[in-house]
């Protein structure tokens, strides 16, 4: 058994020049709202969810990006909002989110 229930990873990758990257399009951001959601809903810890910042994921042009494991499910989001449903459906109720999904 997985130590996290959840584990999240985060693209916070940033390139330079002004090259595609997930951190231009709001991955800090987005880590910054689940690592605070996750600890104010209190599903923070082992046996529940870890919310971590990834360097790149390979999935530039995509971004931003997140994988969860164990479920191995790859989701894109835009705001804070599409993190929320994400937070709310996939990590506290167990059903992934289709329209994000990638």
Not at 42 to 55: L, P, Q, S
Request: glycine residues 10%; proline residues 2%; aromatic residues 8%.
């Amino acid at each position: 058994m997985s130590y996290f229930q959840h584990h999240v990873f985060i693209c916070t990758n940033q390139r330079d020049g002004g090259e595609q990257c997930c951190n231009n399009v709001g991955g800090s951001t987005a880590f910054a709202y689940a690592k605070d959601r996750i600890g104010a809903l209190k599903k923070n810890g082992a046996g529940a969810v870890r919310i971590n910042k990834a360097g790149c994921l390979g999935r530039c042009d995509q971004g931003p990006v997140m994988v969860i494991y164990p479920n191995e499910t790859w989701y894109n989001f835009v705001d804070n909002e599409d993190v929320e449903e994400i937070i709310q459906e996939h990590l506290i109720h167990g059903r992934t989110v289709d329209r994000l999904k990638i």
